[in-house]
């Protein structure tokens, strides 16, 4: 339902774009989210859109490094990574709210309803 793709391994600076395909099922979200998870630490929030006016949201970590973007036609949503630090290697999964959130709703994992598999994201110092 959720396809995310993009990850890979990238030097201290360099960038990375990941992808997420919605289905017909999930496109009737109304929150797209990217989220990150480190081996041994809980999943954190990076950043979210929502499909109807573009309204987005960013954790603190990544605000001015990072830009979500969607494209409706295609059903995409993308995370635009740039300035990468090793403290952005993680697993990367995007996920969909089906729900009306509002803004400060964005941020909480447990108000998002379905979860793509995850692409691991790589950088070395």
């Known amino acids: 339902q959720l396809q995310a793709s993009g990850g890979g391994l990238v030097q201290a600076g360099g960038s990375l774009r990941l992808s997420c395909a919605a289905s017909e099922r999930t496109f009737s979200s109304r929150v797209m989210g990217w989220f990150r998870q480190a081996p041994g630490e809980e999943r954190e929030f990076i950043s979210a859109i929502r499909w109807s006016g573009g309204t987005t949201a960013y954790a603190a970590s990544v605000k001015g490094r990072f830009t979500i973007s969607k494209d409706n036609a295609k059903k995409m949503v993308y995370l635009q990574m740039n300035s990468l630090k090793p403290e952005d290697t993680a697993v990367y999964y995007c996920?969909?709210?089906?729900?009306?959130?509002?803004?400060?709703?964005?941020?909480?994992?447990?108000?998002?309803?379905?979860w793509g598999q995850g692409t691991q994201v790589t950088v070395s110092s």
């Open positions: 996920a969909v709210s089906t729900r009306s959130l509002i803004f400060s709703e964005f941020f909480k994992r447990s108000n998002y309803d379905y």
